[in-house]
């Protein structure tokens, strides 16, 4: 089951870096959501086991999506964070041989200003 971790509270400017993985764990493709109070889940970043990341516009130059070496755990490293970034983040992998895809349970990120 995946696991994802890291989240917690920061000051605006402030970084978090995020994980999520399991033992055995593989993907085609991860990625990242969020979901703020009130608001639907939307995705942040992504990224392919070949190591092809996309970021949404609202992130972009402040997040970076990687992963390990063991392509079982993939990271959320978020820079210069902003109070709107303030959300509940999940990580989702996906397989293209048809498998559903597995949703980690969330993990909360609080930026206060």
């Known amino acids: 089951q995946l696991q994802a971790s890291g989240g917690g509270l920061v000051e605006a400017g402030g970084s978090l870096r995020l994980s999520c993985g399991a033992s055995g764990f593989s993907f085609d493709i991860m990625d990242w959501y969020r979901q703020a109070p009130g608001r639907q889940r939307e995705v942040v970043a992504g990224i392919t086991s070949g190591g092809v990341t996309n970021y949404a516009d609202s992130v972009k130059g402040r997040f970076t999506v990687s992963t390990n070496n063991a392509k079982n755990t993939v990271y959320l490293q978020m820079n210069s964070l902003k109070p709107e970034d303030t959300a509940v983040y999940y990580c989702?992998?996906?397989?293209?041989?048809?498998?559903?895809?597995?949703w980690g349970q969330g993990t909360q990120v609080t930026v206060s200003s």
């Open positions: 989702n992998a996906k397989y293209l041989d048809g498998r559903p895809s597995s």
